[in-house]
């Protein structure tokens, strides 16, 4: 079956370039904040001033229409400003995931190719440490930190120098030009960086706005990195059309994330992976509901949303979405909460579950979901530098997500897991995905990832890698009664290992591809066996 989403031309955002909006902005709403975090607050017109002092500076240092920068910076307002000084010269950012370090960083950074680099002096030694591998890399701007070589300027300094330094030329940005080189988490091998156009940020903002029914008066919350689809694409780009707050938390903390939602005055924020169920497994408290958060978006949703709804007092929206393609798909906000739905297909794309050959599977039938935009530049153009992914990925011209969904009568879509994150025991497909939210329901499991592992009757058995709340303990011949109770039987772990945590990325995914290559370890419990591994 194939779906078409919503194509209203009038929903288009006025602008074709996030530098031409931010210059509309700044001067139809001057004064009002723009970017907030825990330590300042900018409003349009500062940012707009910023970012030209910095555009000036890196024109001088001979940036051009279509060249590549990277950053490497946490969140801090400095992203920001330097993001929309490049787009405003028709230049790509680049940002590198501020966890990598060695061969992966040097593989990033050396795909990108950047001859600048801006970087927190907090993450010198991680960047110091590779820049040998770079060739191409000649100026280092620093954040933070002083400068330590000819090579190398400060933040302080670059604006300054921008400050006195004449406007650059006039650029035509167009909307099809890129604004961003956005990389895959990495989760399942080496990251791949996604060619991101500036309508795919406009666009995408706008579809975002359309779908969680946004406001003016909102201030958007996201505790996620900079270099993430979720704070750029979906928080600071649709604030900037609305003409509202971008609110940016450090990152994600559980302790800490309802004083800062309270501290930033937030009224929407964005979960994702495991963070609502460690929100959720916090312990009661009167402050719960002392907020002015209304909305919840992300994705997965647990069974308990409507617990978490009432505890918190706010909205929580499912919604799908991927680095390569924005989101379009999202739940309906005036329609009753489907379970397991993350909703329905929305803006100006078409989509249809296909099998392994690509052919439509039937309704209710899982297939591996396939999107293509109805307009220009509504999704990624391709991998930066990798043709051959590109084409895998665009294969019989639709792009190819690598998840499996379905789909019922009414067009909404339910996730069921990722290609690869599918084990196949015995002729069965199952759902890691199912299997998690079963374990992390119980009392005491804070969260669970289940992978595959080789199995002695071919095909995969099923592991579950499992970390317990603090303080708590946990039998695995309980944890699997407690399945065994809500799972069908081949679904059924025959591995449990208790961890103390998972290793994630910073955009909390866990990296699975570590747990399978861990393997079955001496401390994992075998049920066929009734006994840890030898």
Known sequence: ??????????????????????????????????????????????????????????????????????????????????????????????????????????????????RILVAHGDLRDAWSAVRSELPALSRTVVVGGAASSSGEITWEALCEQGEILPSPPPTTVAFSDLCLLLYTSGTTGRSKAAMIPHRFVLGHAALTIEGLGLRADDVLYCPYPLYHLDATVMTVAPALLLRSVAAIGERFSVSRYWDEVRALDATVFDFMGATLTMLWKQPPSPRDRDHRARLGWGVPL???????????????????????????????????????????????????????????????????????????????????????????????????????????????????????????????????????????AHPVVLECAVIGVASDMTEEDVMAVVVLRPGETLAPQTLLAWCEARLARFMLPRYVRFVPALARTPTDKVEKFRLRDEGITADTFDRERQRSRP
């Open 302 to 440: 647990p069974e308990w949303a409507d617990q978490f709804e009432a505890r918190f007092g706010c909205r929580l929206v499912e919604l799908y979405g991927a680095t390569e393609i924005g989101v379009p798909i999202f739940t309906p906000l005036d329609r009753p909460r489907r379970k397991g739905a993350c909703g329905r297909l929305l803006g100006p794309f078409e989509a249809r579950l296909a099998d392994a050959d690509g052919n439509a599977v039937s309704i209710g039938t899982p297939g591996e979901l396939l999107i293509r935009p109805t307009a220009p530049s509504m999704v990624t153009v391709g991998y930066y530098r990798m043709p051959e992914a590109t084409l895998e990925a665009f294969r019989d011209l639709w792009f190819h997500t690598g998840d499996l969904l379905r789909q019922d009568s009414d067009g909404y879509f339910y996730f069921v897991g990722r290609n690869r994150d599918v084990v196949r025991r015995r002729g069965e497909n199952i759902s890691a995905a199912e299997v998690e939210m079963a374990i992390e």
């Open 1 to 114: 079956m194939l779906l078409s989403g919503s194509n209203d031309a009038d929903s288009r955002p006025a602008s074709v370039s996030l530098g031409d909006e931010l210059r509309r902005a700044a001067r139809e709403a001057p004064d009002l904040p723009f970017l907030r975090m825990m330590n300042g607050e900018w409003t349009f017109a500062e940012i707009d001033r910023d970012s030209d002092r910095v555009a000036a500076a890196l024109h001088a240092e001979g940036v051009r229409h279509g060249d590549v920068v990277s950053l490497m910076l946490p969140n801090c307002a400095e992203f920001v400003v330097a993001w929309l000084a490049l787009a405003k010269l028709g230049a790509v950012t680049a940002p590198l995931n501020t966890a990598f370090r060695g061969r992966v960083l040097a593989d990033a950074a050396a795909l990108a190719g950047a």
